[in-house]
């Protein structure tokens, strides 16, 4: 086993997390996810010199219609943040006169491509999208069936995922928003902002009062396209009063970093993590730390910290990621530190403490759907011979290493059998996969939100696809295309047809209605009860829905 473990170690929590991109050609999609008829056979695709033109605060933008849906990307919410933007909140963008195309997708925000195709089937498997990459990143994209015609639709603000590091608004197939603006007659909107070192890197404690907000720039960037919603949807069709963020992976973490920020407050309504979240921030004495790490790894004084944006962002990121390296080091491994640049609990923009404590706080109206999968770290994709592991050594591995964190040690054993007794009917890898993806994380979040008074609606994804000879199990990313209608777009990650189609029936139809109320329950899914500490009720999303009462809590006692 030394090999397969050997292996195992190197791609565990590698595999389909949320870097992701989408087709850069159009993308076929249909109401039914299905194929056109003859008789509907005709043109599908408009664009032209008075065709797809909407209103926005900055000047008028032209897209175009593609199945009936409009589409617009690329519009600029805020300026260019290279040079004296670095660090700094982010600018409106400025007006412009003539009508402006936004038939492309904007640029990626600065992160480290090399490589990034590497793993083929990494990237097969989730078809990355990726193409240009700047400063002048402050791009959303626009789906809609109308624009100015008065009607207020629900808008959904897509936040993608990649941790705080990577990724971007389109970076997966099943990120696309014409099937669902299509089903439910909604506004659907993704958007890139700052990540990595440009988005957090924390100079307040060494720069002063100038960049006393560097270390949130990347969830101010969020914030400011939220205002940009706020200001301009109403001409794509869109109600700016009925607004649900939605994100996954790191984008589920960046949904409940929006949620508690108080420049957030009233501009969003509904809120939904997948596979991420978070009920705090990251401890500002060692974001502080990390920037005077950075600057002395630049080898510049605070009087020339300046300097550090006239740096190339491909320089000054791995500057930065050098720095981490050595802060960590000088850390110790028994700190506990995650260490890193991410969003900063500075008490002003983000607050320190645990998220949604105050029961009238911030967000304390706003309801929450959260939701994982049973396999997010699952590596037996490419792996066969973990199929075939047994208990003990699976008790083996977990002691080393489980998901993206450090191994359970002597612990392993105990958390193993605790799972195995839970789940009866599983095998040693999807028992060791399922300790690795547990739902610690997401109980947490719950239970801090249950406490105020919008409710907390629980699921846990488990459908899993008949590819790769059945390994790829409920893997991380796999539900998106789920709750967006999807299924026969993101085909690398479901296989298409009618059976992924029937479950994403029922949960972009809960998605839809949550969106308009602010509860899932709709007529073709079972009774979803509020989530409550006592019972721990949760959505089991699989080819048969149904309702358990926290199923994995005596496990993740264990932990």
Partial sequence: MKTNRRTFFQ??????????????????????????????????????????????????????????????????????????????????????DDIRPAVWWGNSAPQIMDNRYANQYQSFADHWNYDDVSEDCLKLNVWTQAVG??????????????????????????????????????????????????????????????????????????????????????????????VTIMGQSGGGAKVCILAAMPAARGLIHR????????????DQENSQKLGEYVLKEAGLKPSEIDKLQDIPWKEYI?????????????????????????????????????FFSEENGTSSDVPMIICSTF???????????LEHITADEAKEMLKERAGFRGGLGDKAPE???????????????????????????????????????????????GWEPPLFNNRMRAFHCIDICFWF????????????????RALSEKMSDALLQFMRTGDPNCTSMPEWPVFTVENGEVMILNDKCE???DPDREGRKML
């Fill in 11 to 96: 791609t565990l929590g590698a595999g389909t997390a949320g870097l992701g991109v989408a087709s850069t050609l159009p993308l076929a999609g249909c109401a039914t996810q299905g194929t056109a008829t003859a008789e509907d056979d005709g043109q599908v695709l408009f664009i032209g010199d008075e065709i797809a033109i909407a209103e926005t605060v900055y000047g008028k933008v032209k897209g175009f219609i593609l199945r009936g849906i409009y589409q617009f990307r690329g519009i600029p919410y805020g300026a260019d943040t290279g040079g004296k933007n670095r660090f700094m909140p982010p600018q409106k963008p400025e007006p412009w």
């Fill in 149 to 242: 015609d008065g009607k207020k639709r629900p808008v959904l603000v897509w936040l993608h995922g990649g941790g705080y590091t990577n990724g971007n608004g389109i970076e997966q197939d099943g990120y696309m928003g014409e099937n669902l603006a299509r089903k439910g007659d909604i506004v659907f909107v993704s958007i890139n902002h700052r990540l990595g070192p440009i988005g957090f890197s924390d100079l307040s404690g060494v720069g002063g009062d100038k960049y006393k907000d560097s270390g949130n720039v990347g969830a101010l960037d969020m914030v400011a396209a939220l205002e940009w919603v706020k200001e301009n949807i109403a001409n794509f069709g869109g109600d700016p009063d009925d």
């Fill in 271 to 282: 809120a939904v993590p997948l596979s991420g979240s978070t009920i705090q921030a990251q």
């Fill in 318 to 354: 791995l500057l930065a990621n050098r720095a981490n390296q050595k802060y960590m080091e000088d850390q110790g491994a028994g700190s506990g530190l995650r260490g890193g640049f991410s969003p900063v609990a500075d008490g002003v923009n983000i607050p320190k403490g645990v």
């Fill in 375 to 385: 396999h997010e770290w699952g590596m037996a994709r490419t792996n066969p011979e």
């Fill in 415 to 461: 958390v193993y059998d605790a799972y195995a007794r839970a789940f009866p009917d599983k095998k040693p890898i999807e028992i060791m996969t399922m300790v690795a993806s547990n739902r610690k994380g997401v109980v947490e979040t719950a239970t801090a939100k249950s406490k105020q008074p919008a409710p907390v609606y629980v699921a846990w994804f």
């Fill in 485 to 500: 209608y999807n299924t026969d777009l993101m085909l690398t990650h479901t296989g298409g047809g009618a059976r992924p």
């Fill in 547 to 549: 309702v358990q009462n």
